[in-house]
């Protein structure tokens, strides 16, 4: 099985470039949709509940997630403190499922090639923000870098309905967690997405061409 890991910054295109690898045929584990289905876990609103206080819940129990995010995304040492205590909470779920997703991605990979006899190859690709910082670039054999011209992307966030501070406030966070990652340079492609579907889509449909030549 060919592993493919996405990464780039929010509002970058990942989601798109990954919905094309999966037209493909490729299998994707989405670690923003693991991480929203732990905040809907039980222990894990306790958890938060305990440490920013009960207004992160809302009148159903369930995690306010724009709350959350004002906690913990911004300029300031507090703001970091924040993230590091949802990190702790949250990272560790989501890196357990991750890896019981992409076990269960190899088994069915290996079994439906033993069964058809084949040499074909299935792909899987990792959509992880923190794809280097967590170590799951060694469980890559490709790196996917999405990139993205500065006012595209932030005109992305703008229609998202996020203010210049909250974009701002994500941004801190990248430049003091994310931008430090040293990315494998053997492992790496990148795609552009400031553009529009189809200029992205080509791009992406040559990455797969290359896999199997």
């Given at each position: 099985?060919?592993?493919?890991?996405?990464?780039?910054?929010?509002?970058?295109?990942?989601?798109?470039?990954?919905?094309?690898?999966?037209?493909?045929?490729?299998?994707?584990?989405?670690?923003?949709?693991?991480?929203?289905?732990?905040?809907?876990?039980?222990?894990?609103?306790?958890?938060?509940?305990?440490?920013?206080?009960?207004?992160?819940?809302?009148?159903?129990?369930?995690?306010?997630?724009?709350?959350?995010?004002?906690?913990?995304?911004?300029?300031?040492?507090?703001?970091?403190?924040?993230?590091?205590?949802?990190?702790?909470?949250?990272?560790?779920?989501?890196?357990?499922?991750?890896?019981?997703?992409?076990?269960?991605?190899?088994?069915?990979?290996?079994?439906?090639?033993?069964?058809?006899?084949?040499?074909?190859?299935?792909?899987?690709?990792?959509?992880?923000?923190?794809?280097?910082?967590?170590?799951?670039?060694?469980?890559?054999?490709?790196?996917?870098?999405?990139?993205?011209?500065?006012?595209?992307?932030?005109?992305?966030?703008?229609?998202?309905?996020?203010?210049p501070s909250q974009q701002a406030a994500r941004?801190?966070?990248?430049?003091?967690?994310?931008?430090?990652?040293?990315?494998?340079?053997?492992?790496?492609?990148?795609?552009?997405?400031?553009?529009?579907?189809?200029?992205?889509?080509?791009?992406?449909?040559?990455?797969?061409?290359?896999?199997?030549?």
């Open positions: 099985m060919i592993v493919i890991g996405l990464t780039g910054r929010i509002g970058a295109g990942k989601s798109t470039v990954a919905a094309r690898f999966a037209d493909h045929g490729a299998g994707v584990i989405d670690a923003d949709r693991i991480a929203h289905e732990v905040l809907e876990e039980a222990d894990v609103r306790r958890e938060l509940a305990e440490r920013f206080g009960p207004r992160v819940l809302g009148e159903d129990g369930r995690i306010r997630r724009r709350s959350v995010a004002e906690l913990v995304f911004g300029p300031t040492p507090e703001h970091a403190r924040s993230l590091e205590a949802l990190e702790a909470v949250v990272h560790p779920r989501v890196r357990r499922r991750i890896a019981a997703e992409l076990a269960a991605a190899e088994l069915a990979a290996a079994q439906r090639q033993a069964a058809e006899r084949t040499g074909g190859r299935d792909v899987l690709v990792l959509d992880v923000p923190l794809l280097v910082q967590s170590g799951w670039d060694a469980s890559c054999d490709l790196i996917v870098v999405v990139e993205c011209a500065e006012a595209v992307r932030r005109a992305r966030l703008a229609a998202r309905g996020w203010t941004d801190s966070a990248w430049q003091r967690k994310y931008a430090a990652a040293h990315l494998p340079a053997d492992k790496i492609l990148t795609v552009d997405a400031s553009g529009d579907l189809a200029y992205t889509s080509a791009q992406v449909d040559r990455i797969w061409s290359g896999l199997f030549d």
